[in-house]
Structure formats: C-alpha cells, structure tokens
C-alpha cells in the first residue's frame, strides 16, 4: 500500500498519454504498487473514451488514408513501451520487487544492476529515454543522508526497496515524492537497508554544500 501519490495532474497526463517517456515510467512503475491510483487512472481513461464518443465525426482531407497506410508498412524503429503498470512484479534474490514497467529497462532484477559510484557510499544507474528528462536508479546505504539540496525543475523518487525521511515524512516501496523548485530537503535512507529509488528530473539539481556543489559535473546529478 502507497502512502504518496502522483499530483492529479501527472495521473491525467499519463491517462491522455502526454507525458514523456521518463515522467511516464515513474507513474507506471507506481501504479503497479498503488490500487489508488490505478483506479483513479481507470476512471480518467473511461471519461475520455466517453468524451471521444461524443465528438463529431470530422471529414479527412484527400489522400489522408494513403499516407497512414504509407506510415503504416514503413518499416521503423519502435519507442521503448511502457507496459501495463497491472503486470506482475518480479522478486530478486534481494527481495526486492522489480514492476513490470521497469524490468523492461533493466533486462534483470536490480542485484545485475551495473551501479557507478557516486561517492558516500551511494550508488546510480541512468536509464536512457527518449524524452528531456533524466531517469535513473539511486541506491543509498543505510542511515546514510542526501545532501541537502533543492531544485532547478521537477524531481519525482519513487522508492523501490527500502525507505527514506524527509522534511516531507516517511516513504516506503510505492511511495512517491514529487517536487518542485519550491522544495529544499535533505532525505535519509532508513536504517533497515539500502534506499533504492526511481528518480526523474528535467533539470539539475542545486546543492547547498560546496562539495557536492563540486562534484556535481563528475556525478551528473
């Protein structure tokens, strides 16, 4: 169960399929922990098909048949697809639960995961997407704090193994953090394992301290 949740407007992009690729597979990864917002995504889904039905048919232009058709059987490389967040999770050795969505950007469970050190003991992998945004896997020792910092744009973590606190409260696995350039935190990892998060920017973040402020270009974050 999921304490934190997506802001309503996310849940409504994803529904409509406008967010981006990045933004898209954090939600997912969400839903498939969270029956709140599932169900909330269902309803957003039902009333847009409701909507659509009552929309007038429109006349297509002359040719516009052909060209679909032509896109159609042209050969492309396809997008990479974020499944189904109502799919199973995979459970690693590590038990630590993998959703659907997300396995099918790793390739394996997250002990395979090929994690670059980032200093104080703390660990990431970035996850390549076709969108603006930055996506990648966190993993923080335990007891172990972020530094303290603030941001130039959104930042969504999902937590999927273990926990961490901020000034925001307590999050679990499935909980999601979502916030802005209004926020400056400093979160923990919980003292009963290793915090592995999903984390989504569309811009650096700005750390207080100098050191990280320094190490920031090596780090990518």
């Known amino acids: 169960m999921s304490y934190h949740h997506p802001e309503e407007d996310l849940l409504l992009s994803y529904s409509a399929g406008a967010l981006g690729e990045g933004w898209s597979l954090a939600v997912a990864t969400h839903l498939a922990f969270c029956p709140t917002c599932r169900s909330s995504v ?35 490389r396809p997008d990479p697809i974020v499944e189904s967040a109502v799919a199973p999770v995979l459970t690693t050795s590590q038990d630590m639960t993998i959703p659907q ?6 390739g394996g469970g997250l002990e395979e995961t090929p994690w670059k050190p980032i200093g104080g003991g703390a660990q990431q992998y970035l996850i390549p997407t076709s969108d603006d945004s930055q996506v990648r896997l966190l993993k923080i020792p335990p007891s172990q704090p972020v530094p303290e910092h603030t941001h130039s744009g959104r930042e969504l973590t999902l937590v999927l193994s273990g ?34 998060c999903l984390v989504v920017t569309d811009a650096p973040l700005q750390f207080s301290g100098l050191v990280p402020r320094m190490l920031q270009p090596l780090i990518g974050i």
């Open 163 to 196: 926990s961490f606190t901020d000034e925001a409260g307590h999050f679990g696995p499935g909980d999601l953090e979502d916030v802005d350039e209004t926020t400056t935190h400093q979160p923990v990892a919980g003292a009963d394992g290793p915090c592995i």
């Open 42 to 76: 269902k309803d957003a889904d039902e009333l847009g098909g409701a909507l659509l039905d009552d929309e007038a048919p429109a006349l297509l232009s002359p040719g516009s048949f052909e060209a679909v058709l032509e896109k159609i059987n042209k050969p492309s």
């Open 101 to 106: 969505p997300l396995r099918n950007y790793l």
